[in-house]
């Protein structure tokens, strides 16, 4: 056979495969591709990732237990890159905690105050500090000891879940008979109020008194301890009991979880709970009352009561004296030229000014320190130019950038110059200070101008002219003194040649306000004879007619 039909049969049979094959050769295309490809076998894991985790979970608690290590981690990460997210997140569990902390510790503190106003100053009081100096004790310590009288009666631990009783402690064994009856009916109670009046799962009640008797409820997640007390606990009583609750929680967690209503695996936990069977009694002869005065405790009080009104003076004193401060730094603003402050506004953040201010005014912001204001301030001043005399002033020495030989005087807006100055520049400014609002009129006939032209202009810094309009907004008035001898022809023609220095080759002559130039110069020449002949005021016009600058270069 030749290798033609050889290639014809393959062609052939690879034809016969595509129509025979085609849709699985495609099918297995694409799982090969979602083998490989790593994102695309991501996202199909993904679609069933949340049904096997909790498939997983109902099985047996391995996942959670190899997802333990992980999490903690991300949570020490977490908290390393950024606590304030977690805590944000724990907020609502950790908020009422400590509230509820921060209440018992207060109210404990008031309740030892109490003790320790009323015994201090008494006989009995001195007692109690020789006996708190001799123990080692602190003396708040001794008078909670000494005047605090309850006894702890029963303790129930009721599952939270189910309502039933896991173990009964009481101080009287009789008592122990109606213990499954008395934990119904606290459970009873706590649902009945919560169903009646909308509270939370997560909420319950606290404490329920009768007379002398108290029932103190602290609940944890999976337990309520309740126990039954009379007379007066001291608070750090609660305490007491929120400690046993988390020490329970923390030993017996999977046990209460399962529980099915065997008690079995609870026996132990008698060894947490004795320690509340407590009592302390204050033992009194009959008829015999104590009639304590309250002089001491009013005197007490008295202090106290000074003591805030001295605080509270010192506060007010230190308001009104920033109030003070701000409003002279408020008048110090407004009396500054250039400053206009239309409204002040205050809000948590500090203050806002808003107003004008003329760019070569004062700064706000230096004269914070000054009046001793701390409070963040914000400035929103559009810019204006105002027309006091010293900042127009500025201004026209901004613009002028007159030589030290120059005084400059602005006052009922005329513009004063005192001082020798060239022709130049003299004429310069006479011009550019009329574009300055606020001058009305430039008065320099105290100037003694230069009688050379070359005397003085290096040191001249020149006033940016190309700046301005071509024309000034109001007419020009120089006011110099008169001449005491008018220049004639041969005078101007003089003062003509020492400006322009022409070459020999050139002749120069002067008529009525017209200069004449004739012969042969460079071309530079000419333009710089161009250039500067109107810097003679007589010389209106230049004529260059008659001059040539063939053969010279």
């Known amino acids: 056979m030749s290798a033609n039909s050889t290639h014809n049969s393959e062609a052939a049979m690879q034809e016969l495969r595509k129509l025979l094959f085609e849709k699985e050769s495609v099918r297995l ?220 929680q923390q030993l017996y967690r999977q046990a209460l979880q399962a529980f099915d209503g065997d008690t079995e695996p609870f026996v132990s936990i008698d060894e947490h709970l004795h320690p509340l069977l407590v009592s302390d009694f204050k033992s009194e002869e009959k008829g015999q009352e104590k009639k304590k005065s309250p002089t001491k405790a009013v005197l007490v009080v008295a202090l106290i009561m000074v003591t805030m009104l001295i605080w509270l003076g010192f506060e007010e004193a230190e308001r009104q004296q920033t109030q003070t401060n701000w409003d002279n730094y408020i008048s110090r603003l407004q009396s500054e030229e250039g400053i206009i402050v239309s409204s002040v506004q205050q809000d948590e953040q500090g203050y806002t000014l808003l107003g004008l201010r003329d760019p070569l005014s004062v700064d706000p912001y230096s004269l914070l320190s000054e009046y001793h204001i701390a409070a963040n301030v914000s400035f929103f001043m559009q810019p204006y130019h105002a027309l006091q005399e010293p900042l127009v002033l500025k201004r026209i020495k901004q ?86 001898k008018v220049d004639t022809d041969t005078d101007i023609l003089k003062r003509a040649i020492a400006l322009l220095n022409p070459p020999s080759t050139v002749e120069m002559k002067y008529a009525k306000g017209i200069l004449y130039a004739s012969g042969q110069a460079s071309k530079s020449w000419i333009e710089f004879a161009k250039n500067n002949f109107s810097k003679i005021e007589e010389i209106d016009s230049f004529y260059t007619s008659k001059l040539s600058s063939k053969g010279i270069k």
């Open 29 to 248: 295309d694409e799982l090969e591709n979602l083998l490989r490809d790593q994102q695309l076998h991501a996202q199909e894991v993904a679609k069933v990732l949340a049904e096997a985790v909790k498939i997983r979970n109902l099985q047996d608690e391995e996942l959670g237990k190899s997802l333990a290590p992980t999490i903690e981690k991300s949570i020490k990460a977490s908290i390393a890159k950024d606590p304030k997210s977690l805590s944000d997140a724990l907020f609502p569990v950790m908020g009422p905690a400590i509230r509820k902390s921060i209440n018992n510790s207060i109210a404990e503190m008031l309740q030892s105050l109490n003790q320790t106003l009323e015994n201090s100053f008494s006989a009995q009081g001195l007692k109690w500090r020789l006996e708190a100096f001799r123990t080692g004790k602190p003396f708040a310590e001794v008078v909670m000891l000494n005047t605090l009288v309850y006894r702890v009666e029963q303790v129930f631990l009721i599952h939270k879940e189910t309502g039933l009783l896991l173990q009964h402690l009481s101080f009287d064994p009789s008592l122990d008979e109606d213990a499954d009856v008395v934990s119904s009916m606290l459970t009873a109670v706590q649902d009945f109020i919560r169903d009646s009046f909308s509270g939370s799962t997560d909420q319950g009640i606290e404490n329920l008194r009768m007379g002398d008797l108290e029932v103190i409820l602290e609940t944890g997640p999976d337990v309520v301890l309740a126990v039954v007390c009379r007379g007066n606990t001291p608070r750090a009583f609660n305490e007491k009991l929120q400690t046993t609750v988390e020490q329970i």
């Open 399 to 484: 613009l002028l950038q007159p030589p030290k030989s120059i005084q400059l005087i602005m006052k009922d807006s005329t513009l004063t110059i005192i001082g020798t100055a060239s022709e130049t520049w003299l004429s310069q400014a006479e011009k550019a200070a009329l574009y300055v609002a606020g001058v009305e009129n430039v008065d320099s006939s105290q100037v003694s101008v230069l009688s050379s032209v070359f005397e003085d202009l290096p040191q001249d810094k020149g006033i940016k002219l190309d700046v301005l309009p071509s024309k000034p907004k109001k007419t020009i008035t120089r006011n110099k003194k008169p001449a005491k």
